[in-house]
């Protein structure tokens, strides 16, 4: 007998149950629906639309429910279609009738809505302490190396040389924006649509924001019809979620390259490498592949969401159930990815003589020689067009800058004295860049204080939040 048969004359046909049911999946919401349920009744109860006795009755129901499905005593089934349906199931088998009255005043509609929040509300956190711990590993990493110097690139061609440590610190930023996002995105999470019913309220005299703060919400929705309709914080969940990804999807796309012989600026621990079944020789970087191979499963999760949302008419709509698998699978995804990048970061070596020696060989000094130039008189455009043929004559004579004779560059500019090797070499050219934000040792050093401090931020943000 299902829940809701009173008005039906027949049993619903075996492939629609299947097709229908969402319990597969939503049962990794369990812990939140009951939360959710104990919080309603607690509330039903004070507000003497239950009787005291009933509320308790219902609420250590549903502890031992909750005990049972721990400890893996429970099976759920299709029948009674999704999480909701299955516990009010169970708890009517465990505590009798009564147990039909924890639905009073409540819909499946805002329980779906209060069970998500609360997951999405964990989840949120969990992301950020992740985060944070990946962040540490960098900022480690970045202290180690705050001399070593290894070509920057644009283009993917060698630009012009900077510690290995600002390289670092660059992912520590995009990872500072990603926290700042899931932070703010949470005062959206953390609001209450429970007690909105299936669209428009209840006549049952409830305490909303009691429910609210014995769930820890901040504060509650202000429509019914939105508070059963909206996504948004999914949305918005997904799109913090894609863009975390593609923040690993660059760093790991660096890993592999950094790994190739072709560069050969770091080798991964053994720990997080494969092998190949065919070629002895192979040490392959499949953790970082796979980290930038699974971009595009949670990109497409956000897309999806996306258009399930379009067009859908207020309110609830049967679409809605789709919202549950992309996020579970995203969540899944990300936090694979976040914990394993830690411990893969945090066991790298660097090959800092390979690093300087391709920061030393090529032209990434020839701003320097530029900008040498400038301070000698001449205007950047002219300084840029002779660096620019002095770049031609080096590699017509296979060799670069630093190699040029004083009576070479002089060949190119009168103004090109003794004192020009300084200002091109490699360690110089990285301490000459002191505006803010640049490679001089006083900045990286100073970010790297700075990026400590907004992660201790982070820490205590993360000890006091639900
Ligand atoms: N399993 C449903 C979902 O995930 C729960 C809400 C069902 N509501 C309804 N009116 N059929 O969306």
Not at 346 to 358: D, F, I, L, S
Not at 449 to 455: A, L, N, T, Y
Request: hydrophobic letters at 40%; aromatic letters at 8%; a negative charge.
């Amino acid at each position: 007998m299902k829940l809701w048969g009173g008005r039906f004359t027949k049993p619903t046909n075996r492939l629609v149950e299947e097709y229908n049911a969402s319990i597969t999946f939503d049962q990794e919401l369990a812990e939140e629906d009951i939360q959710g349920s104990i919080a309603h009744v607690t509330m039903l109860g004070a507000c003497g639309v239950l009787s005291q006795s009933e509320a308790d009755q219902i609420i250590e129901g549903l502890e031992k429910i909750l005990q049972k499905i721990r400890a893996g005593e429970i099976e759920f089934s299709i029948e009674n279609e999704d999480i909701h349906m299955n516990i009010e199931k169970l708890l009517i088998e465990e505590i009798g009738p009564v147990g039909g009255k924890l639905h009073t005043g409540r819909s499946r509609n805002d329980q779906v809505a209060v069970d998500m929040h609360l997951y999405v509300r964990k989840q949120t956190v969990e992301m950020v302490r992740l985060l944070t711990q990946l962040q540490r590993v960098l900022i480690e990493q970045a202290e180690q190396h705050v001399d070593t110097i290894l070509p920057g690139y644009t283009h993917l061609q060698r630009a012009q040389p900077v510690r290995f440590a600002h390289h670092l610190l660059a992912y520590v930023s995009m990872f500072e924006r990603d926290i700042e996002r899931l932070i703010d995105s949470y005062k959206r999470v953390n609001t209450c649509p429970l007690g909105a019913g299936a669209i428009a309220g209840t006549t049952f005299p409830t305490d909303r924001h009691m429910v609210a703060k014995h769930l820890g919400f901040d504060r509650i929705y202000d429509n019914s019809m939105d508070a059963v309709s909206d996504r948004d914080y999914l949305v918005e969940f997904l799109s913090i979620c894609s863009l975390i990804m593609v923040h690993l999807s660059r760093l790991s796309e660096e890993l592999i390259l950094w790994t190739s012989e072709e560069f050969n600026y770091i080798v991964l621990d053994d720990a997080f490498c494969t092998g190949s079944s065919m070629m002895p020789q192979k040490k392959n970087p499949d953790i970082p592949e796979l980290i930038r191979g699974k971009t595009g499963r949670v990109f497409g999760h956000l897309i999806g969401l996306l258009t399930t949302l379009k067009a859908l008419p207020l309110t609830y709509n049967k679409d809605l159930q789709e919202d549950k698998e992309g996020v579970f699978d995203t969540v899944k995804t990300l936090t694979g990815a976040l914990s394993i990048m830690a411990p893969m970061l945090q066991t790298m070596k660097v090959n800092k003589e390979q690093m300087k020696k391709n920061a030393e060989s090529g032209f990434s000094n020839a701003t320097d020689l530029a900008d040498y130039l400038v301070n000698k008189g001449l205007s950047f455009r002219e300084a840029h067009e002779v660096v620019g043929k002095l770049v031609l004559y080096c590699i017509e004579q296979d060799k670069y800058l630093a190699g040029c004779t004083l009576d070479e560059f002089q060949r190119f500019s009168k103004l090109i004295e003794q004192d020009v090797y300084d200002k091109i070499a490699c360690e110089q050219v990285v301490e000459a860049r002191i505006s803010l934000g640049g490679t001089a040792k006083n900045q990286v050093l100073k970010t790297l204080s700075e990026k400590k401090k907004k992660m201790d931020e982070t820490l205590s943000w993360l000890s006091i939040v639900y």
